[in-house]
């Protein structure tokens, strides 16, 4: 059973165009949600991370809106770039405990 | 402060072997937790330590085990090498109180069972 659903699994955006990457959730005890950012040959990296008592959270470029509701939360990235080029992870965890659940990754080219 | 580090970065072994692969967390990290990465299941979690104790411990058959040192280094093993077992395993380090600890990954050891 598949706990987080991530889509689209491939992504193609021109440079400055917005990357949307979607996730859905089942478990309500799900209360912390971090995307993961992960270039080849590296471990996944921390991009920017919610919990559900706010509907939004921006980094720089990088934006979580989160649907409490209906279980959803997505990843917006703006003005993408090139370097941006990456597979991004969203991901789920209980609370009091930091074991996250994954989607299945979504793999994000930025063409120049 | 020096990253994860995970030995070795690639290793090859034959179905029936077994494999011990070694993570060293960042310096003051308690926690130790791996993943297994594929392509067909992605990132799964396979158990946590913390005071060289088994804290968490997800769905994974009892081939795979795992210790933490006094040090926080932690090592995880795979008895019975299967075919299915190649993958990318990931070692993330956090301080250890739970909840929402930024979890900072290493670059992982790639297996290879042939």
């Known amino acids: 059973q598949q706990q987080v659903k991530q889509s689209p699994q491939s992504l193609i955006v021109q440079k400055g165009g917005i990357s949307i990457i979607n996730c859905a959730y089942e478990?309500?005890?799900?209360?912390?949600f971090p995307w993961y950012q992960q270039f080849p040959g590296k471990g996944p990296a921390l991009l920017i991370a919610i919990r559900p008592d706010v509907s939004e959270k921006k980094e720089g470029r990088f934006t979580i809106s989160f649907n409490k509701s209906a279980k959803q939360f997505s990843l917006h990235i703006m003005d993408s770039q090139p370097g941006d080029s990456a597979t991004y992870f969203c991901a789920a965890s209980p609370g009091g405990s930091y074991i996250p659940t994954f989607g299945r990754g979504t793999s994000l080219i930025v063409h120049p | 402060k020096a990253g994860v580090t995970q030995t070795p970065r690639y290793l090859i072994k034959t179905r029936g072997q077994q494999v011990t692969l070694s993570c060293s967390p960042i310096s003051g990290h308690r926690s130790v937790s791996w993943y297994q990465q594929t392509p067909g299941q992605g990132l799964q979690f396979l158990f946590e330590y913390f005071s060289e104790t088994q804290r968490n411990k997800g769905n994974f058959p009892g081939r795979f085990s795992g210790r933490q040192f006094s040090n926080s280094r932690s090592e995880m093993n795979v008895s019975t090498l299967e075919l299915g077992d190649s993958a990318l395993y990931l070692c993330a380090s956090s301080l250890g109180g739970g909840g929402e600890e930024t979890q900072y990954f290493g670059p992982g050891t790639r297996l290879l069972v042939l």
């Open positions: 478990n309500t005890a799900f209360d912390y």
